[in-house]
């Protein structure tokens, strides 16, 4: 899926799993958990970056990181609750580190590849 796609779309597999993390039965809420998704997808592709249109494709990290981030804003939106809450702030930024790391691999991958490519090119 493109990420023109991923932050606007939330495929309906896809809203079934988070509601599932988030313990959700029913679907009255299905439209302000899509929101939070597309939010929390927003956030991490904007702290891991968007020029590999499919890093994001079939990746854990990204999917347990929505799940979290959407856990976290669907447990926290009520800002006068009295329930405790838990903080997602090590398990969140740990895994968001760690798709940074696989991202920039990548990135200096294929700008290895472009400059061998480029290399070859110029001395025909």
Same mark, same amino acid.
């Not at 599932?20 to 939070?36: P, R």
């Given at each position: ?55 994001? #494709?079939?990746?854990? *990290? ?7 981030? @959407? !856990?976290? $804003?669907?447990? &926290?939106? #009520?800002?006068?609750? *009295? ?7 090590? @398990? !969140?930024? $740990?895994?968001? &580190? ?27």
């Amino acid at each position: 899926m493109s990420i023109k796609s991923l932050l606007t779309t939330v495929e309906p597999e896809d809203l079934q799993d988070v509601k599932n993390f988030c313990k959700v039965d029913g679907d009255l809420e299905d439209q302000e958990i899509t929101g939070m998704m597309l939010s929390a997808r927003r956030d991490i592709i904007g702290q891991v970056g968007d020029r590999i249109d499919d890093f994001f #494709d079939d990746n854990w *990290n990204f999917k347990y990181a929505v799940w979290l981030k @959407t !856990y976290h $804003s669907y447990n &926290n939106r #009520d800002t006068s609750s *009295n329930a405790m809450t838990f903080e997602i702030q090590d @398990t !969140y930024n $740990s895994t968001i &580190n760690a798709m940074k790391d696989d991202y920039r691999y990548r990135v200096w991958l294929e700008d290895k590849e472009n400059d061998h490519d480029d290399g070859e090119r110029n001395e025909n």
